[in-house]
């Protein structure tokens, strides 16, 4: 095996990136070296290399030149020092989360709030971030480095293609799961027929979620997703009126256990609000779209009907590692996926393509991997 493998970095930002060979990782202690066989291209990246720099210079970028690539799925074809539990071959998703596992909260045990968390191969979200985002560049190369504690093993019947969404169906499970949502709660998802809200439908199911509302715009995207479990998930048009109004009126003026929401940059302000109106007396309500701007929140409505509002940025190794068991288990289909797989060397037409999906149901993957594998 030579010294040096193919990736695909940015060197500026707004800038296309580059095929370039870069030195092949070395595991350290606790690490391993991940052969890539797909990288999920996420909506969002576009806006991370043309405007994050702009639009959120407080979450940083990793140092330029940088191999960005959120969510890869591939083969340990290397175990360093000190790990434990996993071997050469084994087939994984790596989730992105990077964690110091010395500050205050990561000896508390609450990992996601370390002080310089970090998505490997996207951005971090405090200016101690950069250490961790530069010792673990992102999956569009050929190999990647990964602490042991990111990794998820992935049974026979999952796909790579398929474990690579594991960061955007993560995200929608763990704010399920924060909200408690389980049998016989009602749950309002904005954004539905979306690469997150989608999550919601195909979670269901797995889940035991027996009443699920969405909204989103186009109408024939909306009726996919409530074929995908008839009966039990309800849609609506945001072109068809105010989502309050609707959800009222299906639930004889009740409100929704949970509301999520999954509407990213650029929605309007307005139907963020609809759907906190839309929360019963002590409802909950989830944040995982990005929406981006200060927001106008009723405060006295919040305090008088006890609602909660809450952030949530992702999901764990371990609740990852529950979805591959679901997997596992028959009990989560991730078949409606539709996959478009592009090369390496095409990463650049992968990203701006992204923008023609069939909504949620589009599986954009880069494959690092050569032709004849």
């Not at 095996?1 to 370039?20: F, S």
């Not at 790596?94 to 045990?109: F, K, S, W």
């Not at 673990?136 to 999952?158: H, K």
């Not at 924060?178 to 309002?188: F, H, N, Q, T, V």
Request: aromatic share 6%.
């Amino acid at each position: 095996m030579t010294d040096t493998m193919l990736a695909a970095r940015m060197h500026n930002v707004a800038e296309e990136m580059r095929l370039e060979q870069v030195p092949r990782p070395v595991p350290g202690l606790g690490e391993v070296r991940v052969r890539v066989h797909a990288v999920n291209i996420v909506p969002n990246l576009s806006n991370i290399l043309q405007n994050w720099t702009t639009w959120f210079p407080e979450d940083p970028l990793p140092t330029l030149p940088a191999t960005f690539g959120l969510d890869p799925a591939g083969v340990v074809e290397e175990v360093g020092e000190g790990v434990i539990g996993w071997e050469v071959g084994d087939r994984v998703y790596v989730n992105p989360g990077r964690y110091c596992l010395a500050c205050e909260a990561c000896r508390d045990g609450d990992l996601i709030n370390c002080s310089s968390y970090a998505f490997a191969g996207y951005f971090g979200f405090t200016p101690t971030s950069i250490e961790l985002l530069d010792r673990y560049p992102g999956g569009l190369a050929e190999q990647m480095l990964a602490p042991a504690y990111a990794l998820v093993r992935l049974p026979d019947n999952l796909d790579f293609n398929t474990a690579a969404r594991f960061g955007y169906l993560g995200t929608m499970y763990s704010a399920l799961k924060k909200a408690d949502a389980r049998p016989g709660k009602s749950i309002l998802v904005n954004g539905i027929s979306g690469t997150l809200g989608l999550s919601a439908a195909l979670l269901a199911p797995a889940m035991g979620l027996t009443t699920l509302y969405g909204t989103a715009r186009n109408h024939g995207l909306l009726k996919t997703v409530a074929d995908l479990v008839p009966g039990r998930i309800h849609t609506h048009s945001l072109l068809d009126g105010p989502v309050d109004t609707w959800i009222k009126e299906q639930t004889n003026g009740r409100g929704v256990d949970i509301y999520v929401d999954a509407l990213g940059p650029g929605a309007e302000h307005e139907t963020f609000r609809e759907g906190m109106r839309s929360l019963r007396r002590g409802g909950v309500c989830v944040d995982i779209g990005a929406m981006m701007g200060e927001l106008a929140i009723d405060i006295h409505h919040l305090m008088d009907q006890q609602l909660k509002l809450l952030g949530s940025a992702w999901s764990t190794a371990r609740e990852c590692q529950e979805m591959a068991d679901m997997v596992a288990a028959g009990t989560l289909d991730l078949s409606p996926l539709e996959h478009h797989v592009f090369p390496l060397q095409d990463v650049n037409n992968a990203i701006n393509g992204i923008a023609d999906r069939n909504g949620g149901f589009s599986n954009y993957i880069v494959s690092p991997l050569p032709a004849s594998q």
